[in-house]
């Protein structure tokens, strides 16, 4: 049959033997049972649904101050006009047409990254 009293007796024993040791148990066992009602308290009380994000127009209610000192220039513009397109004088000043060396020139440099990047490959 089964003794209790030594039972006893024998956890009384390690009790007092091992203070740190179920000392440090009960702290580990205690944080352990906080997390865990933590957990499953948490997430109910956070279900606010996410609305997505839409972007609110920009309407100007005052003019806009532009700062006073040398660092800005007096011709300083804040916005611009948006078009569509270029027109055929924006095109001629802007957009440079690449010749044939150019583009050789620009294909043996992207071969050279590539087999770079590739190294001995097969």
Known sequence: ???F????????????????AVLISA???????????????????????????RPEPFIADQELLLPQGPSVPQSYSVGRQRTDGWDE???ERWLVRPDAAA????????DAMI????????
Request: proline residues 5%.
């Open 115 to 122: 087999s770079e990047i590739t190294g001995a490959a097969p």
């Open 27 to 53: 702290i580990l066992v205690l944080f352990f049972c906080a997390a865990l009602i933590v957990l499953t308290i948490a997430p109910a009380s956070n279900k606010s649904e996410v609305e997505p994000y």
């Open 103 to 110: 583009i050789e020139k620009l294909s043996s440099a992207n």
């Open 5 to 20: 009293s030594q039972i006893v007796e024998n956890a009384q024993d390690f009790l007092s033997e091992q203070k740190k």
């Open 1 to 3: 049959m089964i003794d």
């Open 89 to 91: 004088s924006e095109v």
